[in-house]
């Protein structure tokens, strides 16, 4: 039997092509989407790497062989396929590595409304099916093949965010985008056609080798270009895309990074402002700003872990309005509770659009507290790590524990946050503090324990 543990993550299928999946994997993947979820119809887009193609041609016709109708929408970024599945009402599939590099392609997949495919909601089913097939030989073809048609959709994409967010009245603004050579160069000049916007493109050319740099804003050296750009050109703001567009970063017009808490804050406010007294969902690492902005403006925050299947879920059981993660993802209740970086960023235009200041002026009521950012330590004995911090603090006055997502301990002017990674022997550290001082000597405080 074969075995996809390398491949099939939590939340998707990801790897080297061809060295751990291929068309002949892909073509068994579509089979089992199709044969799992019961859909007689599906929609499938790509990014712009050059295995792209041939993999999702073959899930295609896998989930064509199985009897199901296919609409093949091409090139798109995530949350335009997010878009099509929540419009046409059909289960979905994406082919992309999100950030990953070149060598790397995956699957990200989607019930009908753009609902979440993770282990807990088919993907394990999808996992055993492809296993068995692999081993024993896929199952006869449907007694009548569905037929596969070709879509454009990038227009009603453009629409539907147009519609959510109006920048037609804002003030002209000057804005450099980064697309790091992924589908931000395809989705960006048709969203912003005709907007009172002068667009400074950098690394628009759809490119899936990456030549100019990683598509992972989050890491500060993919973001240097960008800010070098809006120094020197004297922008209002920066915008950087991931690879497949689903997250975006931004520096203001000093060419700082802005952080995604603020980014948040800053959005749930205007949610807030059109959905009076609505929930707003934050995991439990972004900044204490998040609910108190959220509580400010009349609404409801919700803690959760880490993850997107954790902040849908709760959308979805709450009939949150919006939700927000440190990573730069952010889910929208009139977006199919979907992460769409590009709702996020038409957000921050409007806003910085619709007064006179500065970005930095107007993202500092958002961004209150001082903060380490995620740091990394490598760890063998990751449950003993966090059972030796534990120990240390349970008993401390003035703190108390949660275990929500690994080891959350609170005190009055700070908290602290250490998780495990899922795929790697890390623990992952994050600080917030009423200032610098104190969040330096809380890191150091955990990491010599969490480094003994």
């Known amino acids: 039997m074969a075995d996809l ?6 939340y998707d299928v990801r790897g080297v ?3 751990q999946w291929d068309e002949s994997l892909a073509e068994l993947f579509g089979a089992a989407f199709t044969e799992v979820t019961g859909a007689d119809a599906i929609v499938i887009g790509h990014d712009m790497r050059p295995s792209s193609p041939g993999l999702s041609g073959a899930f295609a016709r896998g989930a064509s062989a199985r009897g199901a109708t296919v609409t093949l929408i091409g090139l798109c970024s995530t949350d335009e396929l997010y878009f099509a599945s929540g419009a046409l009402g059909l289960p979905g599939a994406m082919f992309t590595a999100s950030h990953n590099p070149a060598q790397y392609n995956g699957i990200k997949m989607c019930r009908a409304g753009a609902a979440p495919v993770g282990q807990d909601t088919g993907l394990a089913d999808i996992r055993a099916l492809v296993e068995r097939w692999s081993d024993e030989g896929a199952p006869e073809p449907a007694a009548h093949a569905g037929t596969i048609t070709r879509r454009d959709v990038l227009g009603e994409y453009a629409a539907h965010l147009r519609g959510l967010v109006d920048l037609s009245g804002i003030r002209p603004l000057k804005v450099v985008v980064d697309a790091g050579n992924g589908m931000g160069g395809h989705t960006v000049p048709t969203v912003f056609e005709g907007l009172p916007l002068e667009l400074d493109a950098l690394y628009f050319e759809l490119d899936g080798s990456f030549p100019n740099h990683e ?13 070098a750009r809006v120094r020197e050109t004297g922008a209002d703001l920066g915008l950087a895309f991931d690879g497949d567009a689903d997250r975006c970063f931004v520096v203001d017009e000093h060419g700082d990074p802005v952080s995604p808490s603020a980014i948040t804050a800053l959005v749930a ?3 807030l402002a059109k959905h009076p007294g609505g929930t707003v969902i934050h995991n439990l690492i972004t900044s204490w700003s998040v609910p108190e902005v959220v509580k400010e403006n009349g609404g409801k ?16 059981k709450t009939g949150a309005i919006f939700g927000g993660e440190h990573s730069a993802h952010y889910y929208f209740r009139d977006f199919w509770n979907a992460d769409t970086g590009m709702l996020a960023a038409m957000h921050v235009l409007a806003a910085l659009g ?8 107007l993202v500092a009521q958002y961004d209150r507290y001082a903060a380490s950012g995620e740091i990394n330590s490598t760890v063998d004995d990751q449950a003993g790590r966090l059972a030796a911090l534990k120990a240390g603090y349970q008993d401390r006055a003035g703190t108390t524990l949660d275990e929500l997502d690994g080891l959350t301990v609170t005190a009055d002017d700070w908290w602290f946050n250490v998780r495990a990674s899922n795929t790697e022997p890390l623990l992952r550290l994050n600080v917030e503090a009423r200032d610098a001082a104190t969040v330096d000597r809380v890191r150091d405080e955990v990491l010599a324990i969490i480094r003994a």
């Open 215 to 227: 598509a992972n804003p989050l890491d500060p050296k993919n973001i240097v270009d960008l800010q």
């Open 301 to 316: 925050p919700v803690r959760t872990r880490v993850g997107h299947s954790f902040i849908k879920e709760e959308m979805a």
């Open 17 to 19: 092509v061809p060295a």
């Open 354 to 361: 619709g007064q006179q200041g500065p970005l930095s002026e």
């Open 5 to 10: 543990s390398q491949i099939v993550k939590a």
């Open 269 to 271: 406010a205007r949610e």
